[in-house]
């Protein structure tokens, strides 16, 4: 009993230090605050300020976009939309793209534009082409925070500019990432998208621990003075995906090496630790083995066009989770008679599981095949 108390003891008094030394205020406005919650179930592993209210900054982008995604959806829009840029929009400090007014640019880059570049520019003329002026859109941006049980979030701009009544909580956040990553799966994949082309120019993430960190997906960074360097973050180890919010950070590497902590710290009390290189021994030589080594089958059919009809068709309607992979006829046998399985190849387990989720989502057939 002494024993368990005195670890417990230790225990509280090692997370105690550690919250100190991460959140420990030196940022002259920002407030400190973190979340981390299991997707899956959406309970709370770790929390430090989650209700105390901070300015969303670049974090707003995210609901700028779920609005986007749920008009294509819809089918009131498409990525070939032409969205019109007026004088306002032109006019947003940056981050931007400097676009000009009268020009046009299309959703499908406008999209990327925001995940990517976090243009401000585009932000509003997003704003303006679906509610006719940017205020507007800030009250439907409310309403969807509410119906979504963000409950204290207001938004007052699509960008996330400076304004002192926008306002949002750590919680709020991981609520809408928990949302878009749900109710948008294909479209969730554009945030793991390292840089973006427009108009001859490339521009590259400002997520950089999604480029480092084992198992990120996305989503989200953000920057103003008064908020400090914010960050709305999603991994997947094992199958088990977590997402993390962390406001407040002195700098862009304090913030990641802050938030990098406490997720792996959620992942390792859930029993989940970093991949380790794993070998084989052949002959005294270290073979690694292939992690690209799983399928995802599509469909099982007695035809072999049958076979490539459902490949085209899986590749034109889920561009973003099969572009990239290679597509495979295999015959198989079943009871003695011959079968065509239509596959998509060269997955990692993780990829193959979040593949299959995604297309089942849509009540499409999918399974694994390692």
Do not use: W
């Amino acid at each position: 009993m002494l024993m368990i108390l005195s670890m417990s003891v230790f225990r509280y008094l090692t997370i105690s230090l550690f919250l100190i030394v991460i959140f420990v205020t030196t940022h002259g406005f920002a407030k400190k605050a973190a979340i981390v919650i299991d997707f899956d179930t959406k309970e709370v592993l770790f929390e430090v300020n989650a209700n105390t209210k901070n300015y969303p900054a670049s974090l707003t982008k995210i609901m700028t976009l779920y609005i986007l995604f749920d008009r294509l959806e819809k089918n009131q829009i498409t990525d070939e939309t032409k969205l019109k840029v007026s004088r306002i929009a032109a006019s947003r400090s940056p981050s931007k793209l400097y676009l000009e007014e009268g020009s046009t640019i299309k959703v499908e880059d406008a999209i990327m534009a925001l995940i990517i570049k976090s243009a401000n520019d585009v932000a509003t003329v997003v704003a303006e082409n679906i509610s006719g002026t940017e205020r507007e859109f800030a009250k439907l941006m409310t309403s969807y925070a509410r119906d979504l049980g963000m409950t204290n979030t207001t938004f007052k701009n699509a960008s996330g500019l400076p304004n002192r009544a926008q306002l949002t909580t750590a919680r709020d956040i991981s609520i809408l990432s928990h949302a878009l990553i749900s109710n948008f799966p294909e479209k969730y994949e554009l945030f793991n998208t390292q840089k973006f082309t427009y108009s001859g120019k490339t521009y590259k993430t400002h997520n950089k621990l999604m480029l480092s960190y084992e198992g990120a997906d996305g989503i989200k960074t953000g920057y103003i003075r008064a908020s400090g360097f914010q960050l709305a973050f999603s991994a997947v180890r094992n199958d088990k995906r977590l997402i993390g919010v962390i406001f407040g950070g002195d700098s862009g590497n304090q913030r990641d090496r802050s938030l990098k902590i406490i997720m792996d710290k959620e992942f390792a009390e859930l029993g989940i630790n970093k991949k380790e290189t794993k070998t084989t021994i052949v002959k005294k030589e270290t073979k690694k083995i292939n992690t690209d080594s799983y399928s995802i089958v599509v469909g099982t059919f007695k035809y072999r066009n049958s076979a490539e009809k459902q490949i085209k068709l899986i590749k034109s309607k889920y561009p973003k989770t099969t572009t990239a992979k290679k597509s495979n006829i295999v015959l198989i046998k079943v009871s003695g008679k011959q079968l065509y399985e239509s596959r998509f190849e060269n997955f990692s387990k993780q990829e193959a599981y979040i593949a299959c989720k995604r297309l089942k989502k849509y009540n499409r057939d999918c399974f694994i095949r390692s």
